[in-house]
């Protein structure tokens, strides 16, 4: 990065937008910031009180999305009750929106068209493709169908792409045989929010595991008093596994790393296009 700026070219800017003391945003939304520095991209946090109008946060994004000087936009979810998540995304620039949650990103991602893809599935296609897991014709279960994991992780994985072509089910609080299915599975994306839902007896032997859940766990031994925990009861399903990630140090990075890709990309495109700089 420090060589783009050298060389006059605009440096990636992204903009996190924090609202209210959420003390799991806190950390998510620092660790983005961290994450900037680390790669040379610019960054600001913009704080802001939990009382917050749904009026005055909209005229601060209408704001950033005519500053030439932003190039990604991030609300960390959730927002306070009285406040729609869905209006303040829609009203995003899809161009800027980073976080691939606006309806034109999510619409184009459907259609296997240009988008920004949300961070989290995004990071785990890459992590697919950078350990050549086979996702071809195999039937991967996704667990959970969050706009932000499950649902878009469905998608891409049934796209016509690789990492994709599976044959992909996607269970939710009210499938009744969760445990069937995933016996079925040779890749299961765990995406619930319930510390160690997946145990052995739901897992074939060498399927490939991914474990999106972050669950604070009270831990009287730990400092913070509480440890983050998976969706996987890692301890018996790693021995049966061709792949699993840990919780922490799996998913998370690479969430942040896509969110990185995602920001260097909506500068490039902005800036460096007629000089078919890659993105
Ligand atoms: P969410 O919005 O709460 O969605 C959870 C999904 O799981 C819902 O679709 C829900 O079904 C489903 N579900 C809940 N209990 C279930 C059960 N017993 N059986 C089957 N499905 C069940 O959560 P999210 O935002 O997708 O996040 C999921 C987890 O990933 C959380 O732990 C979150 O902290 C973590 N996360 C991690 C990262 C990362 O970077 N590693 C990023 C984002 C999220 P219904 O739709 O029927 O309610």
Redesign the pocket.
């Known amino acids: 990065m420090a060589q783009l700026a050298v060389r006059g070219k605009q440096v990636p800017h992204l903009v996190a937008v924090l609202v209210g003391n959420n003390g799991a945003s806190e950390t998510y939304v620092a660790s983005k910031v961290k994450a900037c520095e680390e790669v040379g991209f610019k960054s600001t946090l913009i704080r802001l009180e939990d009382s917050i109008s749904s009026l005055k946060l909209l005229d601060i994004i209408a704001e950033l999305n005519t500053d030439p000087d932003v190039d990604g936009i991030l609300v960390q979810l959730p927002l306070p009750e009285h406040i729609s998540a869905d209006e303040v995304i829609n009203a995003i620039d899809p161009n800027k929106d980073v976080d691939g949650f606006h309806p034109n990103n999510v619409g184009r991602m459907v259609l296997g068209q240009p988008s920004f893809i949300p961070a989290?599935p995004y990071g785990i296609m890459l992590l697919l493709e950078h350990y050549k897991v086979e996702t071809r014709g195999r039937h991967a279960v996704v667990?959970?169908?969050?706009h932000?994991?499950?649902r878009p992780m469905s998608i891409l994985l049934s796209g016509n792409g690789n990492p994709g072509n599976a044959t992909v089910t996607i269970?939710?609080?009210?499938?009744k045989n969760?445990k069937e299915i995933c016996l079925t599975a040779d890749i299961i994306i765990a995406?619930?929010?319930?510390p160690n839902?997946i145990t052995a007896d739901m897992v074939k032997e060498g399927a490939a595991i991914i474990d999106?859940?972050?669950?604070r766990v009270p831990d009287t031994s730990k400092k913070s008093g509480y440890k983050i925990t998976g969706?996987v009861d890692f301890e018996t399903v790693a021995p049966k596994c061709s792949y699993i990630t840990p919780v922490p140090g799996g998913?998370?990075p690479m969430?942040i790393a896509a969110l990185m890709k995602n920001t260097f990309k909506a500068c490039a495109l902005k800036h460096y296009y007629d000089e078919k700089e890659s993105v």
Do not use: E, K, P
């Not at 667990?143 to 969050?146: F, H, K, M, N």
């Not at 999106?212 to 669950?215: D, K, P, S």
């Open positions: 989290t667990v959970g169908r969050s932000i994991v499950g269970c939710h609080s009210h499938t969760v995406a619930l929010g319930r839902f999106v859940g972050i669950t969706d998913v998370g969430t």
